[in-house]
């Protein structure tokens, strides 16, 4: 399992952290690359929060199960249904999306903000509807029993309960986003990961810590900017950071189509669809290879428990994390101790903020190449790849989760003479066990989508079955890979909206 000298060429890896490539041109060459990814990632985020507002409304058991009891069995239809509707384009990678995209618009701005967009859209509804049905309804269910109709309601008296989350994770989006646009480098989307994936092949270690030096200090950025909104999102309407953010925001949606010169015309193109009507129709009547069905049965086992032992790894090293991350201070927790002692909580706190981001920033492909270094092909590099990327995730939603609380039971434990680690075992723990679970459960579903990005570079699965049948253009056997995946991110769905119910 473990490669001889692998270990070697690992540490020869991140030995040149330390020096990475400085040269003007390749800083130019970097910049431009990240100019790009950051503006597919604005239009990508932007695209997908629109879906996401709309879809997570309909696909919320808050929507659905309230009303009429006569009703209930119909409600319950219809959440199934809009549940049904949003699993199949978040169980399709965007590699997929921008492949598929590829073959319609060819090389044209519009594969990336949509192959974005569209997937990430489906899973924000997903995630927006969960938080929805996290927060209270007592406002909402008062507001309905007073005659109120069910729009107004939610909006008045259940979304306010969730917008902290809601802003946190629209955030978090952005930062996938931008980890996204890299990864669609390797299909000639352009930005950082397409000059990577030139570095990554002829072994220039050097520009690659500069490649992904402007990747973290990208989601560096998004995650201040986060950390600036969420906290003023009780203020005043007019408070100058929460204005300044949505002119930052519009400015550069503007900026980013532009700088792409992203063409929306190519939408009414009908030569496009019809090459996409032709494509579809090529790829029609899955093709299940010369294993049967046997075959695929176990590579989605496989590909099933790659994204379980990453999940395993994630989680509990997220929550290792999470809690030095988070800035419990504005809950009201005690200062004193001296000047030493908070500037020592201070800078782990920074320190620890610094790992997640390097963890969640280098994208599961690279992590899973740095891996085979040391592990021969296999799913254990796959799901180390995995995992490390998905604790650097974790850390930073369950440090936010954590940084949401209200402060007010924490202060009345203190007041009765709790000590910290009694408010912490009793107040902050189980005010946020909930929501550290729904976060996992919905990382697991992603890491089942991420499995295809590793699975190229031969962590195995269905993510190897479909990159072998997508450049043998066999697009019938493509289909029925992606169809299994979507059958498994729909078992997966389900069984994480059952498990969540459990525990509410």
């Known amino acids: 399992m473990i490669l001889p000298g692998g270990g070697a060429a690992f540490v020869e890896f991140f030995g040149t952290a330390l020096h990475p490539e400085l040269d003007q041109k390749f800083l130019v060459l970097t910049l431009i690359a990240a ?126 309960l969730a917008l902290p989350d809601l802003v946190s994770y629209s955030f978090y989006r952005f930062d996938c986003a931008i980890r996204s646009a890299a990864i669609l480098g390797i299909v000639g989307a352009g930005g950082l990961g397409y000059e990577l994936v030139l570095s990554f092949q002829t072994l220039r270690y050097h520009e690659i810590w500069t490649l992904l030096y402007a990747l973290i200090a990208l989601n560096a950025a998004a995650e201040v900017w986060s950390g600036w909104v969420r906290r003023r999102h009780n203020g005043p309407s ?172 924490l202060r009345a434990l203190r007041a009765q003479g709790a000590t910290e680690a009694q408010v912490f075992s009793y107040g902050v723990v189980p005010a946020v066990a909930s929501r550290f679970v729904a976060f996992g459960l919905y990382r697991w579903e992603v890491t089942i989508r991420e499995t295809i990005v590793v699975g190229v570079v031969g962590a195995g699965g269905l993510g190897l079955l479909l990159d072998h049948r997508l450049h043998a253009f066999d697009y019938r056997g493509a289909f029925a890979a992606m169809l299994a995946l979507a059958v498994l991110t729909i078992v997966v769905d389900f069984a994480s909206a059952f498990a969540r119910r459990s525990i509410r």
């Open 35 to 160: 100019l790009t990814t950051l503006a597919y990632a604005v239009l990508g985020t932007l695209l997908s929060t629109v879906i996401g507002i709309v879809g997570g409304v309909l696909a919320s058991q808050a929507w659905w199960m309230s009303g009429v009891r006569g009703r209930a069995r119909r409600s319950k239809a219809g959440w199934a249904v809009a549940r049904l509707v949003l699993a199949v384009p978040r169980g399709i990678h965007e590699v997929v999306w921008a492949l598929f995209f590829l073959l319609v618009f060819g090389l044209n701005p519009m594969v990336a903000v949509l192959a974005i967009g569209i997937p990430f859209g489906a899973v924000t509804a997903k995630v927006f509807s969960e938080l929805l049905d996290e927060a209270p309804r007592r406002p909402y269910e008062a507001l309905q029993a007073a005659g109120v109709r069910k729009l107004p309601a939610m909006l008045y008296g259940l979304v306010p």
């Open 238 to 409: 007019h408070d100058p950071v929460l204005i300044g953010s949505l002119l930052v925001g519009i400015l550069l949606a503007v900026l980013s189509i532009w700088w792409i010169g992203l063409d929306v015309r190519v939408l009414g193109d009908s030569g496009n669809w019809h090459r996409a009507v032709t494509v579809l129709g090529d790829a029609w009547s899955p093709d299940l290879g010369p294993g049967g069905i046997g075959n695929l049965i176990e590579l989605t086992a496989v590909t099933l428990a790659m994204s379980v032992l990453a999940m395993v790894f994630a989680f509990f090293t997220g929550v290792l994390l999470a809690f030095p991350a988070a800035r419990l201070s504005q809950l009201g927790r005690r200062t004193n101790g001296g000047l030493v002692r908070r500037a020592g909580r201070a800078a782990s706190m920074v320190a620890v903020r610094i790992i997640l981001v390097v963890l969640r920033a280098i994208p599961p492909p690279v992590w899973a190449l740095l891996f085979l270094f040391v592990c021969y092909p296999g799913i254990v590099p796959g799901a180390l790849a995995l995992g490390v990327y998905t604790a650097g995730v974790l850390g930073r939603l369950m440090a936010e989760a954590a940084e949401n609380l209200d402060g007010r039971p």
